[in-house]
């Protein structure tokens, strides 16, 4: 039998946070910085010397608020923000192509046509992360206490589709954001209680592979590229147990990384090529996923 946890005779943190607001006389020795409570302090939380507090923090805010919905594996998908749904993108290679037609030498909007181009010829990927979001959230029951949820940078594109299929589902779906210098706001399919905010890139790599299943990654630029790589990497050195590693679209994927040259060239072995797989469709994506998921589940209640 457990022995019951002693009471605490002492207030909380928040009681006496409360009570120095509450409590407070104005005199020149209460209003002086000195005089804060220091976690309530936000000009000394962030003094430089605090970095390793912060640090802390970020990893631990998460990951409680995780325990507490019984969060328990992910599918991360990582994708560009720049790859909106089709029509959205072809509305604007229609814009951009009217725009260009009114002033056919002027070649940096030519450019941009050409770009717009290639963006409609990728936002079939808009619809196939939606779907696999969809499909992903339909692995297992969630009512029945089975968390498996799609998880995603937060921001738009790519990370909108998985986000939205999850949601179209009705399942719980997580957004990992981070601060830039420009205006970023979390896409609005994300389960508002499983939306979050970071201000480091190495504490939200770590939330992102905590608890993951697999990595999708679909084209994207040098974001999906260093999360795909990290993760890779730590397949590679042993840091992580192997997990499914999806690149979604082979010929965008051999284009971008000549992998079989790195081979060549000595600097990675012919083994690691099996770290990762290409897969084209939501679907085919879908049953490697549910597949490893069952084994690893199989395993634990083993």
Known sequence: MNPRPPKNIYPTSKQDAAAAEREVVVTPQTVSPS????YTDTDFLMKEELRPVRLQLELLKPELLLQEH???????VFGGSR?????????KLALLKEAAALD???????????????VVAKSHYYDEARRLGALVSEICDHRSGCNLIVITGG???????????????????????????HEQAPNTYIS???????HYFSIRKMHFLMRAQALVAFPGGFGTLDELFETLTLIQTKKIEPLPVLLFGREFWQKVINFDFLVEEGVISPEDLSIFQFVETAEEAATIIETFFAREKSGRQD
């Open 35 to 38: 005089y804060r409570l220091s």
């Open 83 to 91: 790859i909106p749904e089709p029509k959205a993108a072809a509305e």
């Open 70 to 76: 019984g969060i328990e594996g992910t599918v991360v």
């Open 192 to 198: 508002p209680e499983l939306c979050f905010q970071f």
């Open 155 to 181: 921001g738009p594109g790519i990370m909108e589709a998985a986000n939205r299929g999850a949601y179209d589902m009705g399942a719980k779906t997580m957004g990992l954001n981070i601060v830039l210098p």
């Open 104 to 118: 056919p030498g002027d070649s940096e909007l030519q450019r941009h046509v050409a770009v717009a181009e290639r």
